[in-house]
C-alpha cells in the first residue's frame, strides 16, 4: 500500500488484513515506511519490503512483531556508486 506506507498480508477468506511492515505514517522510524515499492518473502516465511522514500530494505522475521533495517542507503545521496538509493 504504497500511499499508506504500509504492507499488509490478507489471507483467504479474511476481513480484515494484518499489518506486516509500516502503518504508523510516514517516516524514517523503524514502525514506519515511506513509499514502499517491493515485497519479498524468504523461505523461512520473513517478510523484506523495498522502502523506497527511505533508501532501505526492511525485513520483518517470522515469529516477530518489530521489523528492523537490513540494508540502509545513503541518506544525503552523494552519488559516490557505493549505497543503495530508491530500492524497488
Not at 15 to 21: A, D, K, P, T
Not at 32 to 52: K, R
Request: aromatic share 4%.
Amino acid at each position: 500500500e504504497i500511499q499508506n506506507d504500509r504492507v499488509t498480508c490478507w489471507r483467504s477468506n479474511s476481513i480484515m488484513g494484518e499489518l506486516v511492515v509500516g502503518g504508523h505514517g510516514r517516516g524514517v522510524r523503524l514502525n514506519q515506511l515511506s513509499s514502499p515499492q517491493g515485497v519479498w518473502l524468504d523461505s523461512h516465511g520473513a517478510v523484506y519490503v523495498a522502502d523506497t522514500g527511505n533508501d532501505r530494505i526492511m525485513c520483518r522475521p517470522v515469529g516477530t512483531s518489530d521489523a528492523k533495517m537490513v540494508v540502509r542507503g545513503n541518506i544525503d545521496h552523494n552519488g559516490d556508486g557505493g549505497a543503495l538509493r530508491g530500492p524497488t
